[in-house]
């Protein structure tokens, strides 16, 4: 298996993002009141916030790629190879744009409707950015199982694993997760 990537200092770091995020998401558990309101906002910034690091890393593998047919941050072999996964024609775009640049889109938009949430927590709004961040992280799981569909069974020599991409997708479900638990803390009338 192609361990590789695990000594690359920028995968270390959004690893390091995926794995301080999840540990806000599990501290605001043990929270109440406005501190696991803050809690939970913190942790969905910071899921946001890896996935747009993650997603501009493999939209740079993919003008790598592009250009110049090969990239320093992940290998091309193996079953753990985003080479493999980003630079396949078929699948590397939608819509001619790179899932990278989509990645980041919809990151930015999370991170967006939750930084407002953070800026003002109790304006009348809230709710609706909460639920707007609920129904954006739907459509971003529907993209994730897409996505991890076609690194095991359609890119050229599949089952490949990216491990950049994997990074996002956990973001993703993170920020999910994290949605929801706002949601129902905000429904509980303990915000």
Request: proline residues 3%; contains cysteine.
């Amino acid at each position: 298996m192609n361990t590789e990537f695990l000594s690359e200092p920028i995968f270390l770091v959004v690893l390091a993002g995926l794995l301080s995020s999840s540990f806000l998401s599990i501290n605001a558990k043990k929270q109440s009141g406005s501190e696991r309101s803050n809690a939970l906002v913190i942790s969905a910034l910071a899921f946001s916030l890896t996935g747009i690091l993650t997603s501009a890393i493999t939209y740079a593998i993919y003008n790598s790629m592009i250009s110049k047919g090969y990239s320093p941050l992940c290998s091309s072999n193996g079953f753990i190879g985003c080479a493999d996964v980003i630079g396949d024609p078929s699948f590397n775009t939608l819509l001619t744009l790179p899932w990278g640049l989509i990645g980041i889109s919809g990151f930015g938009l999370l991170l967006y409707l939750i930084l407002s949430i953070r800026m003002d927590p109790h304006a009348r709004w809230v709710s609706n950015h909460l639920d707007y961040s609920w129904y954006a992280s739907i459509i971003g799981m529907v993209i994730v199982v897409f996505l991890v569909i076609v690194e095991l069974a359609f890119v050229d020599g599949a089952p490949h694993i990216c491990a950049y991409c994997t990074v996002a997708h956990l973001s993703m479900i993170g920020f999910l997760v994290s949605a929801h638990m706002l949601r129902e803390h905000k429904a509980s009338g303990d915000w």
